[in-house]
């Protein structure tokens, strides 16, 4: 069995990422683009995915420097020279961040009416730390687990991370989580996220997950949110408390409960390195799951042989293959974004190359206000191109998997880019008695 170097992890951010040997190499204009940049995204990466998933030699066309250091395009050409004049001039950090965040307030930071119809209340009192959106599902955000080893440069979470007032998901405790659960015992899951819930210790961790292994909660069974296995797979191998996490999970585990660690796998190169396979086999050895999620990403992985080989690889490595997302509708989608209809032919051709075992994933799939959406293949009825579409999961339960049709749209990238078809004037969850109205410039952001 090989053996690995304990590795002190060690972040890289706009402070210092200077003093990297491979910063000197990259042209003036991408150095200045990515401090610019950085004033409005966040940027955060490590030693582990510079020195071991960047091919320095293909920088910046590398898809693991694409998903980890921001570009100058993440910004509209007005935005980045608003906020290059600053930078340039020496303004001071108060004047660029409070421009900073006017940028932020126009890049869509809470998609999906995250702020505005997620969060649960109890007796009156709302839950920030909490997200319900699914019957069955409810979102935990512990706040130690609220920042990551690496941000992805297309995180729909990155809100989370650059400060904006009341604008991040977190909580303290878990007395408000214990006793949601007790009023809503439909909630046959929780899903801890972040963040990443796995940069917290492994004693932090137990005590947020203490109380759900309670016999009162039997039924309920335990999602981990994390991008650590592909970002810092030591999490689970070399860093000084990988073993007690690993008494973690085997706790839960033992208790009765199906815990499935939601993976964040979005290139083939994550999955290459001998210690992350290292982590994968520590991982299931606890009895955990790992499901392998990610978006389609132009610049990234954009072409079915990616996601073949992606599926392939986990599925080797004992993964399940779980969803392909279509980026969300926040920050720089504009930069990331894929057509619909090409979503859809990349997600099929890379469904034919693989065999059974990798094809439990779903997609392409939105996470629209409404709900998971996905595009089921494009047909011709009755005379007209159209999109077939389905929920894979909605705030109705009874949408779940009632077949619609959109016009076929070529250029469309999101939900709210789609008509419907046949010439009907709404969606068949947008009439009454569900029937959700327009917030400007955004077709499903209210409901009810």
Sequence with gaps: MSTFEPSRFRAITRANVGRLPEWAGLPAELERAIRVVSTVLPFKTNHYVVRELIDWARVPDDPMFQMTFVQREMLSSADYAQMAALVDGGAPSAQIKAAADEVRLRLNPHPGGQLTHNVPSLNGRRLPGMQHKYRNTLLFFPGQGQTCHAYCTFCFRWAQFVGLTDMKFEARETADLTAYLRAHPEVGEVLVTGGDPLVMGASTLERYLEPLLAPEFEHVDVRIGTKSVAYWPQRFVTDPDADALLRVFERVTASGRHLSIMGHYAHPRELGTAIAQRAIARIRSTGAQIRM??????????????????????????????????????????????????????????????????????????????????????????????????????????????????????RAAWFDELRPAFGDQRFFFESAPNRLRAAPGRRLDVIH
């Design 293 to 410: 999620q990610a978006p389609l990403l132009r610049h990234i992985n954009d072409d079915p042989q990616t996601w073949a080989q992606l599926w392939t690889a986990g599925v080797r490595l004992g993964c399940v293959p779980y969803y392909m997302f279509v980026e969300r509708d926040t920050g720089p989608q504009d930069y990331f974004q894929v057509p619909l209809a090409r979503a859809w032919q990349v997600f099929r051709e890379a469904y034919q190359q693989v065999g059974g075992l990798a094809r439990t994933v779903r997609g392409p799939s939105m996470s629209t206000f409404a709900g998971k959406i996905a595009i089921d293949g494009v047909a011709d009825v009755a005379g007209e191109r159209v999109f077939a579409l389905s929920f894979l999961q909605a705030r109705d339960p009874a949408w779940v998997r009632q077949p619609f049709y959109a016009k076929y749209d070529r």
